[in-house]
């Protein structure tokens, strides 16, 4: 029987896209990738709001895979023409069908095969987020690995969160002032 326990992620709740690059992440130094089993992709669906829509499989976690190095790669170098090449071959396993529907405008997903939905779901994610390219960050830690789309009124948050990395900062800042004063 799988172990359906989650493993505890830093970060959670951003967009499907940047949810996905965060499924790799550096607790204590030590690096962790959630993808690293089917009971870890069981657990992405679920806290993607995925799972009702998808089965955790192996062909799922390969194209997932897939998806998330494109990904990482566009985050670091928006233009590199090989991850532009790999998101848009994740892309062309789905399409968008439009169609009117009791007089609204609707649309439909249609995948080469239900395998390919979470992948695609994360690419195309990320192509509605370009519209605002300059609100997908990194974390300002460096010793930090994860990104955030700043949702903030004005557009400067700068930490993955203000409980973890942002607080270690603020920790950082204060042990510094309280140094420099006894040596002053």
């Known amino acids: ?10 970060l959670l709740r951003e967009p499907v896209s940047v949810d996905l690059v965060n499924t790799r992440w550096i607790d204590g130094g030590v690096p962790h990738d959630l993808l690293d089993t089917l ?10 709001d995925l799972a009702p829509r998808f089965e955790a499989g192996p062909q799922t976690l390969g194209h997932l895979l897939h998806a998330r190095d494109a990904l990482a790669r566009l985050l670091d170098d928006p233009g ?37 939905g ?24 460096p010793a930090c690995v994860l990104h955030f789309f700043d949702t903030s009124k004005n557009g400067t948050r700068r930490w993955c969160s203000m409980s973890g990395c942002g607080n270690r900062a603020k920790a950082a800042r204060h042990h510094a002032r309280e140094r420099a004063g006894r040596t002053a």
């Open 1 to 10: 029987m799988p172990d359906e326990s989650p493993r505890r992620r830093p």
């Open 39 to 48: 009971d870890g992709l069981a657990q992405w669906l679920r806290e993607s």
């Open 80 to 116: 590199e023409p090989h991850a532009t090449a790999d998101l848009n071959a994740v892309l062309a396993h789905g399409r968008v069908i439009r169609h009117l529907s009791e007089g609204h405008s609707a649309s439909t997903v249609e995948f080469d095969a239900p395998e390919w």
């Open 118 to 141: 979470p992948a695609w779901t994360a690419a195309a994610d990320f192509l509605d987020l370009r519209a605002r390219p300059d609100r997908i960050r990194g974390c300002a830690n």
